[in-house]
């Protein structure tokens, strides 16, 4: 991670003590969270990431932001204090009140954002395979909250396996996303996604993949996949907003094809749609002479 921190309304050194042990989301993994793009100083879909954030607060009662352009301004604050134009940012909004353990504080939630360099994720990505890693029925699912223990437990012991990403299946032994992506498969000139049903997260890069981005003679729908539906695709892919449109290289037991030009085509559409955003949303630098 870089240098400095937001907490809150301030820029602190990421060494700075801003945290106590009563603030009940600490302890509890009660909070929401969201990884966001930094893309030539622009906070790419944050209003997607936003939306996503205020919805998963509501469900799990987590107290949020009401100032959508506020929390943008601070989190651009947080780029320029870290020079941090092309970067990758981490929010967290933390609940700090009710319960035993509940300390002094003054404030209902905390806002926490952090950024860091971008990861090179390689050429492509080896999935194990999980069984019942997603309870597709609960009513929580698809909330991205801060109780990240259990993916985090699932990729660390498929890295310790020889593998990169793990891919989760729900109890209904369906293909539900990866631990921290989600997945595709391209059948000729269709790709497919799991539903939100699945138990997977609705990942800004997948929604946008359903809703915004067009590759000519492609199509990209929900579909439930099982593991032979992937065994079966032309190819499969990963998604997640620092990844773009990652292949599959290899899949724990199954014998993967790498053929068709479904994700380049849709790489590249994505990528011009990523262009078109930033260039919409970049400030404009003041006329020379000017403070």
């Excluded at 631990?179 to 790709?191: I, P």
């Excluded at 609705?202 to 981005?213: C, H, S």
């Excluded at 190819?235 to 199954?254: A, H, M, Q, Y």
Aim: glycine share 8%; hydrophobic share 45%.
């Amino acid at each position: 991670m870089h240098r400095f921190v937001l907490h809150n309304d301030e820029i602190r050194e990421c060494g700075d003590k801003l945290l106590a042990a009563g603030q009940v989301g600490l302890l509890t993994g009660w909070g929401v969270f969201s990884t966001i793009r930094v893309a030539s100083g622009v906070l790419f879909a944050f209003e997607r990431h936003w939306a996503r954030m205020k919805r998963d607060a509501a469900l799990v009662c987590v107290p949020f932001p009401t100032d959508v352009e506020h929390m943008r301004s601070r989190l651009l604050s947080l780029v320029k204090a870290n020079r941090a134009e092309n970067a990758t940012l981490r929010v967290v909004v933390v609940r700090n009140r009710d319960g035993t353990w509940e300390g002094p504080t003054s404030r209902d939630f905390d806002l926490i954002a952090l950024t860091a360099d971008l990861t090179d994720w390689g050429s492509g990505v080896r999935l194990a395979v999980e069984p019942n890693a997603r309870f597709a029925a609960s009513p929580y699912t698809g909330a991205k909250i801060i109780s990240w223990a259990p993916n985090l437990a699932s990729l660390e012991t498929a890295q310790a396996a020889g593998f990169d990403e793990v891919l989760l299946l729900n109890e209904r032994g369906e293909a539900s996303e990866c631990a921290s992506a989600n997945v595709f498969a391209s059948e000729g000139s269709e790709v497919f996604t799991p539903p939100l049903d699945s138990g997977c997260l609705p990942g800004v890069t997948r929604e946008l993949l359903l809703g915004e981005v067009r590759a000519e003679g492609i199509t990209v729908r929900e579909k439930a996949l099982r593991l032979e539906d992937l065994e079966r695709a032309d190819e499969v892919f990963i998604t997640s907003t620092t990844r773009d449109l990652l292949p599959v290289v290899s899949i724990e037991g199954l014998k993967i094809r790498r053929q068709g030009g479904a994700r380049q085509r849709l790489l590249a559409a994505f990528r011009s749609y990523l262009e078109a955003y930033v260039a919409a949303h970049r400030h404009p630098a003041p006329p020379e002479g000017r403070n």
